[in-house]
């Protein structure tokens, strides 16, 4: 079972269910749950959790649910952050880096090409390094940034997952980064949306590998 | 509170106010960098650092300075 967190303020989460539901089962985990006890893996969905005041993801960080997600993390559980998922798995520390507003200061909504790096974790097993993935992206605080000595870290070991394709870089990202993972590569994060683009009808359904992976995910660790 | 991009951190905020400047006759202003401004009242200033490294600030895109204004009434009354 995936659990899908809602915070005040997410919009994306229903389109998460949706998308996780073509490959396997999952629920939604209000914000204030702490027990995810029979959840396999979580997604931190796209949105505006408590309307992204102070920085976006600052606050839904000190969430109860939040902090029964960094500790399932701890275990080895896989966390899936898309959006501002990924701004509020970078805000907790789960994810290195931030996200800060786009170069362009505009709300940018559109299809982008990612090239998937090689990279590590469960999430790398169903995409292969240098496959393309057409994926929506939509935010306006999306520019990765973290310090060069880290990206160079990041980059020595498999940490980059998905790097906009030439041209396609559509905030500022340092080095095209699109999305990330943590040492243990069971934290991933993007910008991009896979959960928009699970069906041929809407023009891609690229998105659904990272679904599959994340329901064929290895557990956490018991705890 | 105030809390500033770090040095050398993209801030499209000010790039996009120093570009509006000359339009309106501002000339010679450079380097425009857009902050933020937290004010709060309380009885025990020693924890605001942590509270400015926990949440106001990110410490990994953010720079922050505290200025205490002790005469403050804490009834919404305006520093002398």
């Known amino acids: 079972m995936i659990g899908v967190l809602q915070f005040p303020g997410s919009c994306d989460e229903r389109d998460a269910l949706g998308a996780v539901r073509r490959v396997g089962e999952a629920r939604l985990v ?48 896989p966390v899936l952050g898309i959006c501002n998922g990924f701004q509020v798995l970078c805000e907790a520390g789960l994810l290195p880096g931030a ?36 994926i929506p992206v939509k935010h306006v605080s999306g520019c990765y940034f973290a310090p060069d000595e880290q990206l160079e ?15 396609h870089n559509p905030n ?34 690229d998105g659904l590998a990272l679904f599959r992976a994340l329901v064929a995910a290895p557990q956490a660790a018991a705890a | 509170m105030l809390i500033r991009p770090k040095e050398g951190i993209l801030d499209p905020q000010g790039k996009a106010v120093e570009r509006a ?3 309106l006759g501002f000339e010679g202003i450079h380097d425009v960098r857009v902050g933020r ?12 650092d942590s509270l400015c490294e926990k949440l106001l ?8 300075e505290i200025v205490l204004d002790e005469g403050s009434s804490g009834n919404g009354g305006s520093p002398p």
């Open chain 1, 172 to 205: 500022g990202s340092v080095r095209d980064i699109a999305g990330v993972t943590n040492e243990a590569g069971n934290v991933i994060g993007l910008m991009p949306h896979p959960e928009h683009a699970v069906d041929p009808l809407t023009g891609s359904d």
């Open chain 2, 21 to 23: 400047l000359p339009a």
């Open chain 2, 57 to 64: 600030a990110n410490p990994l895109i953010e720079d922050f």
């Open chain 1, 99 to 134: 996200l800060l507003p786009n170069e362009g200061l505009r709300f940018i909504c559109r299809q982008v090409e990612l090239v998937a790096e090689d990279f590590r974790g469960p999430f790398a097993s169903e995409i292969g390094a240098g496959e393309r993935l057409s």
């Open chain 1, 153 to 167: 870290a990041m980059e020595a070991t498999g940490q980059i997952a998905f790097r906009y394709a030439r041209g």
């Open chain 2, 37 to 48: 401004l937290v004010e709060l009242e309380t009885d025990d200033p020693a924890k605001l």
């Open chain 1, 30 to 77: 209000w914000h204030e749950e702490t027990d995810l006890s029979g959840i396999d893996g979580v997604i931190v969905p796209g949105g505006f959790s408590y309307g992204d005041y102070l920085r976006a993801g600052a606050i839904a960080r000190f969430s109860p649910a939040m902090e029964a997600v960094a500790r399932f993390a701890a275990d080895g559980g």
